[in-house]
């Protein structure tokens, strides 16, 4: 199969109405604008952890591997550390993202690693039947959880500002051209970019619940502490893009220029280097 | 000097540059042209304590330290008492601090009231060590400043000042002692960690990833340290999950990927392994056995991680596990396994243990005699990654194309897309066990056991213990047939088919006896007398030699 077919014949099994929906049709519009922008569809590999979230790496006709729960996050850095031509996007669910896998989160963020994290919170674990999950609300109530959670939830934004993201942004499924602009940048952007999209788990929460709460920044913070006030006093419906940086990026800063696997040295080379190293040592 | 074996035994606290003193001494010997084993033994602490290095060396190969020093050389009391049954009885020499211990056996040397007159202060005792070989083997004293030069190259006038006093405090009495004999060629001296690193290298290596753990964290040092010369990516992450996972997703660019680690850091790796069977990844993982359970005892050494490496990660799925017994074998084993994972894609471990990975050796390799890591690449239209295919081994292609490439964690259909269905659940398990023929009759082609002598007894050991039992046998002139197999799975029974049913001596560094265990479950070797150990300590030639004749 090519890259650019379009019908792939694979049962789509997310709940009708899904949130979910709403982030495959945004990378499906931002992959030819990006492609405009000069970055090619196959030089676009992607990965996703374990959840109903993870269910978008067989509906998207892109490379990729699709890793185990909240490794994705370690996946997708092994693919840029080695080739860094390659753009690299993971698609994560809160309990991937925020919970198994927050402590590959939280250092992506702290190297700059060069990748686009897409944030996909449903704010319940709803593939496994409605537990509660990092971003829930204190007092859910799900199976694990009879007389509810008794935890606050994380707050995504400010955690990647303060560990180090360079751009980072909320959107939502219902905005989805916003949300579709809101990809193209934070894949356009060098370092690491954190979209956060609410997603309505139809079972579990309604659309009408976002709806009403939703609301735009009235502007993009211009500073870091601006945007980590904004961060911790903006309710979690706030969407938009809370902050961009530029910082070097974790691969440039390890080895410049170079790339391991496109610029392998020869076993001619790498022989005689050791050599050289017997000889001296 | 026993069996043609001069072994020096430098002791002290960690800082005082006891390893270092080891270190000189090897080069030394091995600019003698002399062979070398060197054995380093250390505490899980960074100041004080109690630390020793060992260096044993001859004319002929060897495989082990000795503990029976003919020259020991301890800084401190505690030192002193604690290797004073190393001395050999024959002619060791003990040199001790006599400003920590009025009464001593052997020649009394104020370490710490001289090495006090200097900035760098106990710092300078292994240079004080090194002065004693140096008076000990004959050296001059600008031979001996040669060595100081190139070695401690801070503050050279400083260790030259200090070298010097101690050379003239033990020369009348220890000067010439032991004559050692000149060897036929200069070798090369690495560890094990340093020899697979290097082997890997050979082998095609684009990229490691390693979280620090004894004793695997030197792996991950020296290819850090080797990583701009050579154009790899050497990256230190959060976690070994990190670790294997990053592996795993450099696997997918065509990356030829590495990761190194030790029990505990493997146990986390586990669920990537796994993952990497599913997928068809080719990664090969170094496990580095130190004594556990749990936290074990971290800078010793044991081989109770068999039965982990031959069964970690859930579900079934085919996976290389193959042990080096020397360290000139850690060197084209790394690059071998690293082919194989890629012949094969799927997981293999190397099995090495603290022994094996952090003592030296001379070594003689031909650094062109190793395999290249070559893969199966596709260059047709409508491709599929997990194709169907006669040894159930499918085509490569590696982003960026324009031709998909799916890697999955879930069963999948033959492009790589997600199913549920039974026919194809069990289409996919079948076409991935088919690699499994495929290895063990390619494995049959290749050299998976090792066997050292004809006649005698037949042991069997695998791993590090073979130097070990080589070097009692010779050190016990004893005659027998040590049987090493290489392969630990898939396990080489076609090489064993003369075994089979026999009894057998079996030595290992396991209590439950793992490797015994296995002979019996896959090649019905019984074991007549299982010598083991497990102390953390590595066999000591004299012992084992001793333990062997008893039981043959």
Known sequence: ?281 | MTNNVFTFLVGGKAGEGVKKAGSVAAHIFSKLGRHIFQMDDYMSLIRGGHNFSVVSTSTRWISSHYMKANLVVNFDKRSYDLHFNDLSNKNGISIYNSDEQEKGEGIGVPFTSEAKKYPMKTLMYGVGAVAILSSAIGFKKDEMNEVIKSEYPSGIKDNISFADLIYDIVNSQLGRKYKLEKGDIIRPILTGNESLSLGAIAGGLDVFYGYPMTPASSILHYLAKLAPDFGLAVVHPENELAVINMGIGSAFTGARAMVGTSGGGFALMTEGISLAGMSETPILIILSMRPGPATGVPTYTEQGDLNFALNAGHGEFLRIVASPSTVEESYYLAAELLDLVWKFQTPGILLTDKHLSESSMTVNINTSKTKWSESNNYDGEDYKRYLDTDDGISPMIFPPSNQLIKWNSYEHDEIGFTTENPKMISKMHDKRHKKVKALENYLKNMKTVNVFGNDGPEIFTYGSTTMSVLEALKYGNITAKVIQPIYLKPFPIWELEKESKKSCIVVEMSKAGQFADLLKEKAEIKTKSLINKYDGRPFDPIDLSQQIKEVI
């Open chain 1, 1 to 281: 199969m090519r890259l650019n077919e379009t019908t792939i014949g694979i049962e789509n099994t997310w709940c009708p109405g899904c949130g979910n929906f709403s982030i495959l049709n945004s990378i499906k519009k931002a992959i030819p604008k990006l492609e405009e922008k000069g970055i090619k569809r196959e030089n676009i590999v992607i990965s996703a952890g374990i959840g109903c979230h993870a269910k978008i790496f067989d509906y998207l006709m892109l490379n990729g591997l699709y890793s185990l729960h909240g490794r994705d996050i370690a996946t997708v850095q092994g693919m840029k550390i080695a080739n860094p031509d390659l753009k690299v996007i993971t698609f994560s669910g809160d309990g991937n993202a925020m919970g198994e896998g927050i402590a590959h989160t939280i250092f992506a963020a702290k190297r700059n690693q060069d990748m686009t994290l897409i944030l996909h919170n449903n704010s319940v674990y709803a593939l496994t039947t409605g537990q509660y999950s990092p971003l829930a609300e204190k007092g859910w109530n799900g199976p694990s959880t009879p007389q509810g959670s008794v935890e606050d939830p994380l707050n995504p934004i400010l955690l990647m500002i303060v560990t180090g993201a360079t751009f980072v942004a909320r959107c939502f499924a219902g905005e989805i051209h916003h949300l579709t602009d809101v990809i193209v940048e934070a894949v356009q952007h060098k370092g690491f970019s954190f979209v956060e999209v609410l997603q309505p788990a139809v079972p579990y929460h309604s659309w009408k619940e976002y709806r009403e709460k939703v609301e735009f920044l009235q502007k993009e913070p211009d500073s870091y502490e601006e945007a980590l006030k904004i961060a911790r006093e903006k309710h979690k419906f706030t969407l938009g893009v809370f902050y961009r940086a530029d910082k070097p990026v974790y691969h440039e800063a390890l080895y410049g220029n170079h790339n391991p696997v496109v610029n392998r040295i020869s076993r001619e080379d790498r022989i005689r280097k050791i050599e050289n190293i017997f000889h001296i040592g």
